[in-house]
Every structure is written in C-alpha cells, then in structure tokens.
C-alpha cells in the first residue's frame, strides 16, 4: 500500500504563494488518484483538488479554482499542489490523500498533513 508525506507547509502573510508537496513511497503510486484536502479548527474536512491517475483530469473546489493548481510526477512519485493568492480563509492543515476513483471519494491511504497560516 502507499505511503504519503506532505510538507511545504509554512505561514504566509495575504496575497502569498505556498506550494505544498504530497510525496509516496511505493511502486503503486501511478495506480493511485490523489486527492489534497483540508481542515481548518473547528469545520470540517473539505476537498480542495483532485488529479487523476495520469494527470488528465483535474477537479478543484470552488473556493479556489483560480488559485490553486494541483499537478503530479509520476516518474518521482509526487504530487505538488500550488497555492497563489492566499487568504486567511485558507488557512488549515493540508492533507493528501490517494483515493480509488477518479473524484476522490474512496480515500484509501491519508497523509500526515502539513499545516498552512495565512495572516498579516
């Protein structure tokens, strides 16, 4: 089964840039959809980008279609998600997770997480 570690994460002031990396171990990486999400205190968990299995296909929350960009190199078993225009509303923990269909509905395998704060 495959592994996931994120990091990236870091505190950023309005208006930055993060870009958050998802890294797996394992050679079943490219069988994988992989999916990042996040949780803030107190909500819920939410869905922010999914990326298919080749990187054809990807979906975005609308919160943050425009801003984020979510992309995956198969061939070093990463998947980056960049993060430009940053609001203190995205602020939480990030987490990626590999999921088995390509909207990332059945997570199977759930990173650590990393955690990003956006304030002045």
């Known amino acids: 089964q495959v592994q996931l570690v994120e990091s990236g994460g870091g505190s950023v002031q309005p208006g930055g840039s993060l870009t958050l990396s998802c890294a797996a171990s394992g050679s079943t990486f490219s069988r994988y959809v992989i999916g990042w999400f996040r949780q803030a205190p107190g909500k819920e968990r939410e869905g922010v980008a999914c990326i298919t299995r080749g990187g054809g296909i990807m979906n975005y929350a609308d919160s943050v279609k425009g801003r984020f960009t979510i992309s995956r190199d198969n061939a070093k078993n990463i998947v980056a998600l960049q993060m430009n225009s940053l609001n203190v509303e995205d602020t939480a923990t990030y987490y990626c997770?590999?999921?088995?269909?390509?909207?990332?509905?059945?997570?199977?395998?759930w990173g650590q997480g990393t955690l990003v704060t956006v304030s002045s």
């Open positions: 997770a590999a999921a088995a269909d390509p909207l990332c509905s059945r997570l199977e395998v």
